[in-house]
């Protein structure tokens, strides 16, 4: 499950028409409606894509309802990050700096700038379903992007094209009038195209000293989040490790983690995770490795994955695959052969 900051569900909810209930659309994603901001406040990118749905059926104008959203972006809203765009030396360089440090405001979007001959694309990779949700923040988040581009840019900025994978919504007009440049729908990137020269361009408070400041901070803010995002895989591996002597508790694998159940618990909850999924997913790796890489018997891996039974352990594995654990292992074979 991937994270998104509150912060685009707030924007997302403020932006909607006054008959709209924004409480109701921000306690829908898990945001409280009385709570300051707080861009540091993650919530899941399935909730957001939820809310995000919800609010443009709700919109009298839900079709430009993603175009307002990133047109209400601003650099201070985004923190540190915003801080190190707007005083990134030039565009370009504000680009780079969202290619390598988007990861601090959500972990399911990336970002890529691609040189060619006349400019550069400024890619936005973003996976998962391509449901109605997601193409709204697609559109959102490229419109977010044009409009801190505009506000950094020492000259009026317009790029040179704007790119979507999916099919346009109506006829497109609102969002050619709104990027003020050809928008194309139906195409193989999600992105901006802009000129070497706006690229080029200074920006008005680029400052390369204030812009090393906040490199450094994000870097550490950076290394924090790799060291998270890592938890999960720590604590699968744990469980691994332990699972011949039965099933663990997550008091014994925060012991093992050097923290305490609680905190261990808390930490897993705010990304996404309970510590009985994680078990499930460590048993189930286990079992497919041992069935794929060892010569063990249906009987040892039961053993070896938790099991006290070999019929518990079919259940589970049936549950996982789809298959029996004997005819998982006759497959892989047949693939090798």
């Known amino acids: 499950m991937g994270q998104i900051t509150s912060l685009f569900a707030w924007k997302v909810a403020r932006q909607t028409h006054d008959s709209v209930d924004e409480t109701a659309l921000l306690r829908s994603a898990g945001v409280d409606p009385d709570a300051p901001v707080d861009p540091s406040f993650m919530i899941s990118d ?19 309802l993603p175009l307002r959203t990133g047109a209400s972006m601003l650099c201070d809203d985004y923190g540190a990050f915003g801080l190190a765009w707007k005083s990134a030396p030039t565009l370009r360089g504000s680009f780079e700096r969202a290619e390598r440090y988007a990861r601090v405001l959500t972990s399911v979007t990336s970002y890529e700038v691609q040189s060619t001959d006349d400019g550069a694309y400024m890619h936005m990779h973003r996976d998962g379903e391509r449901r109605l949700g997601l193409r709204l923040s697609n559109e959102a988040t490229i419109a977010s992007v044009f409009s801190i581009s505009q506000q950094v840019a020492s000259r009026p900025f317009r ?14 007009d609102a969002h050619e009038r709104h990027f003020g440049c050809p928008v194309h729908f139906g195409a193989d990137r999600d992105a901006l195209f802009v000129s070497n020269e706006a690229l080029a361009h200074p920006n008005q408070l680029g400052d390369a000293g204030i812009a090393q400041f906040f490199d450094a901070h994000l870097e550490t803010e950076l290394a924090k989040l790799e060291d998270d995002s890592s938890l999960d895989k720590r604590v699968r591996i744990q469980v691994s490790q332990a699972l011949s002597g039965g099933v663990p508790t997550i008091a014994q694998i925060g012991e093992r983690l050097n923290m305490s159940e609680r905190t261990l618990q808390r930490r897993l909850s705010d990304r996404g995770h309970s510590f009985q ?34 019929s518990a352990f079919t259940r589970a594995f049936k549950r996982w695959s789809g298959q029996t654990p004997r005819s998982y292992r006759l497959e892989a074979q047949s693939r090798e052969a």
Not at 49 to 61: G, S, T
Not at 159 to 168: G, N, V
Not at 280 to 308: N, V
């Open 277 to 310: 999924g994680l078990v499930d997913e460590a048993r189930r790796q286990l079992a497919e490795r041992l069935l794929t890489q060892s010569g063990y018997s249906l009987a040892d891996i039961s053993f070896l994955a938790g099991f006290s039974e070999q």
């Open 159 to 172: 790029p040179l094209a704007i790119y979507f994978k999916h099919e346009a919504p109506g006829d497109g």
């Open 46 to 64: 399935s909730d957001y894509y939820a809310l995000f749905e919800r609010a443009a059926r709700l919109d009298p104008n839900g079709v430009e």
